[in-house]
């Protein structure tokens, strides 16, 4: 055994749960160190009462939000998981969705009705992003006439608890070291991956934001400016699983030496190299557009600071330049008390994703808000205003329309972020800047490195995808990858699982999708009105369906990907026929 590349193992920690699913250990190699099993001895819980539950006969894939008498606001989401009996927090970790109205198919699995985020219905345990906390959960006990659960009254009002992530890492120069390149959603999905798999080595992330992980989605949703209120963990949580959080820019990556190189001149040794550096906002080629001021990017809450401090007291002429995903909630961020007005090249917004008749509904809801937008239209410069030649004062479009603006934000897209490796003579990017890997998000030719999230070509094995390289810019994808990756860290024999991906988008209502129509769609079939802000669209290559969204019908898109996941979802023809896909019954 080579000590410099032993993977060291945390100790286990007997806990009682509720008749827990026991799943084989596997055999530790020879390059494995394991520590000694400490067993803790259960201890008498109290027990309290579900209110108008006298006997255990949920049928399987049955569940029930149900109240704990004795303990104010309690509540438990009792549940047949995989054909056990089990009571869990009812509310999701991620935004409180109520889990009662979630999917829960008959192996267990259960599926937050608004974001996917994926749970073991008898552990409580994390499955899909994009929760970090687990699920409470609880013993249940049957009795005289009624049903009990057995847990802190703390834990039942709370409904979750943190994941196994405390850790004083040991082995020093003998362990195996992880440097995670990247503070966003792949990053945190990777670093929590671990400690929650056992991993004991040294993590290092890096990251050049200057902030701790964020939840980036409201970035663009709520323009909020302070990274403490959307932080997903404090620098405590960090120090107690012994991960280093460096604020640095990383320049480049030494592959023979196994170092990462910053700015400051600093080199972190690595045994296994996760890349997690996300994408950068383009902006446009044309005049005015990168010396004029007030012509904002949006990806860092210094991004959003800036732009909100620019519209100040608001009734600001705001031009989002751009109709994708970020320029149109944008638009719906900053529509109240503003002149908002869109720019977009396609005929309507986003019309190569969703199809006409769906981005034709959505810009009528956000027209409702008071939102304009001119299509089909190409930006040929901005000028400067005439009370400050160094800030924006109008956009020109090609067709000679003059529009004014205080400010400008740019919604046209992003790239991989990978010019600190654009010089490395050893990495091969693709033509789109982006790193192609295997499964496992291993990149290909590389040994022990890792690439994930907005930088990561991989492998889709989805509806339509057959194993075509893809890359996907959806928060979900990446905390998922991250899991991947640490599961793969920790077990390299482990085969990976796929995952659906999943989108939401805030356009004055909760617009959800799934699946991934990158490799192209043939037929949209579209149940409901967009413009009513009540609908479900199928987007079909043949007879398969490869995505579907929909708003105002939850839990539609979580079924669809769990369906998709299965390889259950229905035909196109089927669709057509009126199907509600609410109404499918779910696989074994």
């Known amino acids: 055994m080579n000590p410099a590349r032993a993977l060291i193992l945390r100790p286990s920690v007997a806990r009682v749960f509720l008749r827990p699913k026991f799943e084989p250990v596997p055999k530790l190699q020879a390059n494995y160190l394991a520590r000694p099993i400490s067993i803790s001895a259960p201890r008498a819980m109290p027990q309290f009462r579900l209110k108008d539950v006298s006997s255990l006969s949920l049928q399987l894939g049955e569940k029930r939000e149900v109240e704990v008498e004795g303990v104010e606001g309690g509540k438990v989401l009792l549940l047949n998981a995989g054909g056990r009996i089990s009571a869990v927090g009812p509310k999701c970790t991620h935004y409180g969705a109520p889990l009662v109205n979630g999917v829960l198919m008959k192996s267990g699995r259960l599926t937050c009705p608004w974001h996917g985020a994926c749970f073991n219905g008898q552990t409580g345990d994390i499955e899909n992003a994009p929760a970090l906390d687990a699920l409470a959960a609880f013993k249940v006990v049957e009795k005289d006439g ?17 994941p196994n992530f405390k850790c004083g890492t040991s082995g020093g120069a003998l362990a195996e070291k992880v440097v995670v390149v990247g503070g966003g959603s792949g990053a945190i999905g990777a670093i ?19 902030y701790l992980p964020i939840d980036r989605t409201k970035l663009s949703k709520a323009l909020i400016t302070d990274p403490a209120k959307i932080q997903w963990r404090d620098d405590e949580w960090f120090k107690s699983g012994s991960v280093e959080i460096v604020h640095d820019e990383v320049v480049d990556v030494d592959l023979v030496s196994k170092a990462v190189i910053t700015k400051s001149k600093e080199r972190y040794i690595y045994s296994k190299l996760i890349l997690a550096t996300g994408g950068s906002p383009r902006n446009l080629p044309v005049q005015g557009f990168k010396v004029l001021e007030n012509i904002f990017l949006l990806r860092t ?21 751009g109709s994708s995903f970020i320029g149109m909630e944008v638009a719906n961020a900053t529509a109240a008390e503003n002149d908002v007005t869109v720019i977009g090249q396609e005929s309507v917004p986003l019309e190569r994703v969703m199809g006409k008749e769906v981005g034709a509904g959505l810009q009528k809801l956000l027209e409702g808000k008071g939102v304009k937008f001119h299509m089909s239209a190409g930006v040929d410069k901005a000028e400067p205003s005439g ?56 990149v290909v030719g590389l ?30 994808v990446a905390q998922n990858q991250g899991r991947v990756v640490a599961h793969h860290i920790v077990n390299p024999s482990l085969k990976s699982d796929f995952f659906t991906p999943i989108f939401w988008s805030a356009l004055t209502g909760q617009l959800r999708y799934c699946g991934n ?72």
């Open 146 to 162: 009624a049903v009990y659960i057995e847990g802190e009254e703390a834990t039942i009002k709370a409904g979750r608890r943190k």
């Open 192 to 210: 929590e991956g671990l400690r929650e798999k056992g991993f004991v080595g040294p993590i290092t992330m890096i990251s050049n934001e200057g």
């Open 301 to 321: 809450v210094h991004d959003t600071k800036k732009i909100v401090d620019a519209i100040g007291e608001k009734g600001k002429k705001i031009v989002i330049v």
């Open 387 to 442: 009370s400050n030649p160094s800030k924006v004062g109008s956009v020109h479009l090609k067709d000679g329309t003059k529009l004014e603006a205080d400010l400008v934000i740019m919604g046209v897209g992003v790239a991989p972020s990978t010019g600190y490796l654009k010089e490395n003579k050893v990495v091969r990017l693709e033509d789109d800047g982006s790193l192609k890997t295997d499964e496992n998000f291993l």
């Open 447 to 476: 040994k022990d490195v890792y690439a994930i999230g907005d930088i990561a070509s991989y492998p889709y094995h989805g509806p339509g995808g057959q194993g075509n390289y893809t890359r996907i810019e959806h928060w979900n």
């Open 517 to 588: 129509s990158m490799h192209g769609w043939d037929e949209l079939v579209l149940q409901g009105d967009p413009g009513e802000g009540k609908f479900v669209a199928y987007y079909c290559k043949g007879e398969t369906v490869v995505a579907m969204t929909s708003m105002g019908v939850d839990p539609a898109m979580v079924k669809s990907a769990e369906l998709m996941k299965l390889g259950a979802m229905p035909s196109k023809t089927d669709l057509k026929g009126g199907l509600d896909i609410l109404t499918v019954p779910l696989p074994a």
